[in-house]
């Protein structure tokens, strides 16, 4: 059911003319979400140099309301690395301990675990209608 909406709202904006050529409509779904434990903020990463620098290219932000958030969004087609985390004090940043290991609930895309890679690593291609399915760890 989630995908034949995916499905009628790309079709409508793409006839619409709202999505332009290199801009596409898709979704990031986000689990383990703690209900009322703080803002959920998300950036995208288009290349090494931005995604090791921390200067991402697009960001999308929600309270959430449930243990599942679907982002539904519009940028440019290609490939990027997506970081969520979930701000349980809402100082507006992913709070770090020692060694920077993160003490609020994060991810990466394509991230098992462990020190997190480069780019190539965790990237993945962003097409209309792609749905990005990310789980935050604690």
Known sequence: MKRMFLIAVVWFFTVSGIITADEVFFSVEVNG???NGGTVYGAFYSNNNTYMDNQPEFTFRG???S???IFNLQIPQGE???RVYQDFNNNGQL???LFGIPKEPYTITNYNGGIPGN???HKVTVNNG???TVSLRK
Request: charged share 15%; no cysteine; aromatic share 10%.
């Open 33 to 35: 979400i703690t209900v």
């Open 119 to 121: 780019f190539d690593r």
């Open 95 to 97: 709070d770090q301990g």
């Open 67 to 69: 243990g599942t958030m």
């Open 80 to 82: 990027y690395v997506i």
């Open 130 to 132: 792609t749905i990005i």
């Open 63 to 65: 309270n959430p309301t």
